[in-house]
């Protein structure tokens, strides 16, 4: 399984983005996907996860109620909407996929990232 990111950019606080995250070379539809991120000079962490129905669903709490995460299996495509942007959000965004209902720690595939800077 293949996955690219898309969608990062450079957007003032208050602020909107949407990336995305194409799968390919196997269909998605059985993958949990996660998406991960990554601030300089800090620690990988999780930011949300989407089960292969889209049936589970979470967040960490930072990002409660200013992400939404969506996948549509018939274009191999999760999509992270984010509100609300604050500067702390700024960090590399990675999904990464695993077979299964849950997202885990460690996933079995993953992407280069797409960039997220929040600035004015």
């Known amino acids: 399984l293949q996955l690219v990111e898309s969608g990062g950019g450079l957007v003032q606080p208050g602020g909107s983005l949407r990336p995305s995250c194409a799968a390919s070379g196997n269909n998605a539809d059985y993958y949990a996907i996660g998406w991960f991120r990554q601030a300089p000079g800090k620690e990988r962490e999780g930011v949300s996860c989407i089960s292969p129905g889209s049936t589970r669903i979470n967040y960490t709490d930072s990002v409660k109620g200013r992400f939404t995460v969506s996948r549509d299996n018939a274009k191999n495509t999760v999509y992270l909407q984010m509100n609300g942007l604050d500067p702390e959000d700024t960090a590399d965004y990675y999904c990464?996929?695993?077979?299964?209902?849950?997202?885990?720690?460690?996933?079995?595939?993953w992407g280069r990232g797409t960039q997220v800077t929040i600035s004015s």
């Open positions: 990464e996929a695993r077979v299964g209902a849950y997202c885990r720690e460690k996933m079995t595939y």
